[in-house]
């Protein structure tokens, strides 16, 4: 099955702490491309960060990194310093079908960052 | 750098008639675009995928002859909800990846599309 599972419905971080999303996937594919989006209110699909599977160097964006273990078929987000800015949903997603894939997304983790 | 446009963002609609969504790629050529649905509080449904000249590819489920969609250019791809009904009131959304195969998609702000 190709599945990609967001556990947490919703998170909740205090202004400037540390929060880690988790995702976990499923494929039979070696080589494939990991996403977080991001959709705030306004509903525009943002990118946060990609990460393609053969690279084992964790990738990262300024405030925002991943703890990808492969084995594992884990694809955690961790956001630092949080900032009232990044609430919104985040779904995590991974491609499949080659190098013009499609993408299959989790159901998403709602953020909420308090002042 | 890839911005994606579509339009209209918002648009009512009385059943039984069309309606044409378009997506546009601003700043890059788009070889592949992807149409999604999204339902309130939900995850993003790939409905198809659309290479630019060639016929499109929908999803198990979704009628394709009720979502029409093409891509006449590397820039421009439209789905049109034909002969649309209250249940077909939803989000949605493209997004449209570039020429090099980055695996990347853009996406569109999408079109809440509402059927009285």
């Given amino acids: ?115 | 750098g890839a911005v994606v446009s579509q339009h209209p963002s918002r648009v009512i609609c009385k059943s039984g008639t069309s309606v044409k969504i378009e997506c546009r790629s601003l700043d890059f050529q788009a070889t592949t675009m992807f149409w999604y649905r999204q339902f309130p509080k939900k995850s993003l449904m790939l409905m198809a995928t659309s290479n630019e000249g060639s016929k499109a590819t929908y999803e198990q489920g979704v009628e394709k002859d009720k979502f029409l969609i093409n891509h006449a250019s590397l820039t421009l791809s439209t789905l049109t909800v034909t002969s649309a009904h209250p249940e077909d009131s939803s989000f949605y959304i493209c997004s449209a990846s570039d020429v090099s195969p980055s695996d990347t998609q853009y996406f569109g702000p999408g079109t809440r599309l509402t059927v009285l």
């Fill in chain 1, 1 to 115: 099955a190709q599945t990609v599972t967001q556990s947490q419905p919703e998170m909740s971080v205090q202004e400037a702490e540390t929060v880690t999303l988790s995702c976990t996937y499923d494929t039979s594919e070696s080589d494939y491309y990991l996403f977080w989006y991001k959709q705030p209110p306004s509903r525009q699909m943002i990118l946060v960060i990609r990460q393609e599977a053969y690279k084992q160097q964790n990738a990262t964006e300024n405030r925002f990194s991943v703890n990808f273990q492969k084995a594992a078929k884990s694809f955690s987000l961790k956001i630092s310093d949080s900032q009232l800015g990044d609430a919104a949903m985040y779904f995590c997603a991974r491609n499949y079908g080659g190098s013009q894939g499609n993408l299959i997304f989790g159901k998403g983790t709602k953020l909420s960052v308090k002042p």
